[in-house]
């Protein structure tokens, strides 16, 4: 039972356009969610994150957006660079469960010159 | 500098053998976790504990064990009777309950047996 799915396996954008990563939960008692930025061989990086009470929250080139209605969050990046090719994951916490995360199967950004 | 560190970097299993991963992190966080990342299913959690001397079965537990004697330290032990031991393993920690910061990840381990 995937909680938290990223349904586009891979992206690839072009320098200075903007990113946009998708992302569907079910459970809708979560409480926060987040974004980790993963390079290969290596372990994954915090992005940003957003409180189930807020509907957008950002931090300089990024920005998440959450439809609680939709079950649906999205990640922008704008505008996109080279150093952003890497793999994102979304990912889900929910109160009382020992701030376990629950974590999507991620999405490959690559950003093309 | 406050982090998280596993080794090895990479490490090798025969067959039939038990193996252990190493995971300190001087962050005095409470929460510690172990998740596998296998090509194309994310990250699943296999442990997490809380507190010292106690932990939980994550997701996946079968085939593993874990220990949390100290604060800073949660080894994972890869057992023989895991089929499919071959993955990227991650140890992460936080300062515990719903937090919006989430983990801190160590750099990972790749096991691989042979």
């Known amino acids: 039972d995937q909680q938290v799915k990223q349904n586009s396996p891979s992206l690839s954008v072009q320098e200075g356009r903007i990113s946009i990563l998708n992302c569907d939960y079910t459970?809708?008692?979560?409480?926060?969610f987040l974004w980790y930025k993963k390079y290969p061989a290596e372990g994954p990086t915090f992005l940003i994150s957003i409180s189930s009470i807020k509907d957008k929250n950002e931090d300089g080139r990024f920005t998440v957006f959450l439809n609680k209605s939709a079950k649906h969050l999205s990640l922008h990046i704008v505008p996109s660079q080279p150093g952003d090719s890497a793999v994102y994951f979304c990912a889900a916490q929910l109160t009382g469960t020992a701030s376990k995360l629950t974590f999507g199967t991620g999405t490959r950004l690559q950003v093309t010159l | 500098d406050g982090g998280i560190t596993q080794s090895p970097k990479y490490l090798f299993r025969k067959e039939g053998q038990n193996v252990t991963l190493s995971c300190e992190q001087n962050?005095?966080?409470?929460?510690m976790y172990w998740y596998r990342q296998d090509p194309g299913q994310g990250l699943r959690l296999i442990y997490y504990s809380q507190i010292v001397n106690d932990f939980q079965k994550g997701d996946i537990a079968e085939g593993y064990s874990v220990s949390r004697e100290k604060k800073e330290s949660f080894p994972l032990t890869v057992t023989s009777a895991q089929k499919n031991p071959t993955a990227f393993y991650l140890c992460?920690?936080?300062?515990?309950?719903?937090?919006?910061?989430?983990?801190?990840f160590g750099s990972g381990t790749r096991l691989t047996v042979v």
């Open positions: 459970n809708s008692m979560f409480d926060y």
């Open positions: 992460a920690s936080s300062i515990g309950g719903a937090s919006p910061y989430g983990y801190t």
């Open positions: 962050l005095n966080h409470d929460a």
